[in-house]
């Protein structure tokens, strides 16, 4: 999902250094900041992460192993949220200090 749209942004695919701790954490992490403002709660900063990472590995693997069958479909689902997983806990830390910030408490109200 995000290598697509950074495909269709860009027209060429990015490195994957700069896809998954530049442009990734950027676009999620402003997604889960918004979310958090709408909500005003600040752990549904953790879900909207987590869920938006879970939807790009199962979108990436049934799009690259889809006539494998489910056991690798199953497999690599989970390896590939593995190696995404230093970027998300990323994610969550930069987006997590913003929704923290005093600003955000007094300004947007979020607990």
Do not use: C
């Amino acid at each position: 999902m995000f290598r697509d749209m950074a495909f269709y942004m860009f027209g060429k695919p990015l490195d994957s250094f700069v896809q998954l701790f530049i442009f990734e954490p950027i676009v999620i992490g402003i997604l889960a900041i918004l979310i958090a403002m709408i909500t005003k709660r600040s752990w549904t900063v953790f879900v909207t992460i987590i869920a938006l990472n879970i939807i790009d590995n199962f979108l990436l693997v049934n799009y690259q192993f889809s006539g494998q069958g489910f056991g690798t479909i199953f497999t690599q689902n989970i390896v590939f949220f593995f190696e995404k997983f230093f970027s998300m806990f990323y994610e969550i830390i930069i987006a997590y200090i913003i929704v923290k910030l005093p600003i955000m408490h007094s300004k947007f109200k979020i607990a």
